[in-house]
């Protein structure tokens, strides 16, 4: 059984805006998780919560250490290595 349309419309919202954080706005949101996608009520997912959100201008040939974020979301790079640069997989 896969997603319903409504499932894969709130995750091509939040692909959408990702991609849109990442090429347009040079943002790394750094705590995408369930909690942090509002629904609008004319039904379009938003991402919220940039409180730990970075600029990729910072990453270039930095080392970036967190201690924010949510554990489980975070990329294996920073949980693994205990850091990450801009080569992060984003």
Known sequence: MGMNFRSRKYARDVANGI??????M????????LENVLVTDTDVAKIT??????KTQYL???HYKSRGGTRWYK???Q??????DSTVRI
């Open 19 to 24: 991609v849109y954080l990442h090429t347009q």
């Open 26 to 33: 040079n943002t790394i949101h750094m705590d995408l998780k």
């Open 49 to 54: 919560d940039f409180g730990f959100a970075i």
């Open 60 to 62: 270039r040939k930095l």
């Open 75 to 77: 990329p294996p790079e």
């Open 79 to 84: 949980l693994t290595v205990g850091h990450f």
